[in-house]
T-cell receptor, first 116, second 116 residues
């Protein structure tokens, strides 16, 4: 069955620290997609990144980087030199095939506090 | 710019009332979704639709129904609101693989519903 686990409920760091948000998933499909979304205090979820199951290459985008490891079913997200504006709830999500299309489930989210 | 609008940001209803939550998109996408977001539980899928007049149950459809009479509009209906339906409701559209995406979702601003 599909499952996404974000074991860290809340993380608090001081500005400029690096922080890693963990995501572990379960799926029986060989074709699936993984996502990270950010939900700032304003409430709207913002798409950050997607990865398909055939592409284990890690990705870096500015201060953000993602480490996808199929061997451990993990898709971790690291923020380097964190800033106050990074304070948000971050959701990891898994999408796999379902009747008529793809179905996405979300983890419970990790709330990140970055203090000045 | 992608636009997903939800009819209200905040809504207060009484137990037993029939509640309509509207979601409208301007991207001509087929796939639309309704989630509810609760602390510690992340986003849970209520219903989704892959096209006009099509609907599929998500993980927690009990107490809800949906309507998709036009492609751009996906309505969530609480037939008889109960206090345990107090939640944040999020509508999303999905960017299709046929257009070169990998099923990432774009969310509306959310409706915070309180049932008294």
């Amino acid at each position: 069955a599909q499952k996404v686990t974000q074991a860290q409920t809340e993380i608090s760091v001081v500005e400029k620290e690096d922080v890693t948000l963990d995501c572990v998933y379960e799926t029986r499909d060989t074709t699936y997609y993984l996502f990270w979304y950010k939900q700032p205090p304003s409430g709207e979820l913002v798409f950050l990144i997607r990865r398909n199951s055939f592409d284990e290459q890690n990705e870096i985008s500015g201060r953000y980087s993602w480490n996808f490891q199929k061997s451990t079913s993990s898709f971790n997200f690291t923020i380097t030199a964190s800033q106050v504006v990074d304070s948000a709830v971050y959701f990891c999500a898994l999408s796999e095939a379902d009747t008529g299309g793809f179905k996405t489930i979300f983890g419970a989210g990790t709330r990140l506090f970055v203090k000045a | 710019d992608v636009k997903v609008t939800q009819s209200s940001r905040y809504l207060v209803k009484r137990t037993g009332e029939k509640v309509f939550l509207e979601c409208v998109q301007d991207m001509d996408h087929e796939n639309m979704f309704w989630y509810r977001q609760d602390p510690g539980l992340g986003l849970r899928l209520i219903y989704f639709s892959y096209d006009v007049k099509m609907k599929e149950k998500g993980d927690i459809p009990e107490g809800y129904s949906v309507s998709r009479e036009k492609k751009e509009r996906f309505s969530l209906i609480l037939e008889s609101a109960s206090t345990n339906q107090t939640s944040m409701y999020l509508c999303a559209i999905e960017f299709p693989r046929a257009a070169g995406y990998d099923n990432e979702q774009f969310f509306g601003p959310g409706t915070r519903l309180t049932v008294l």
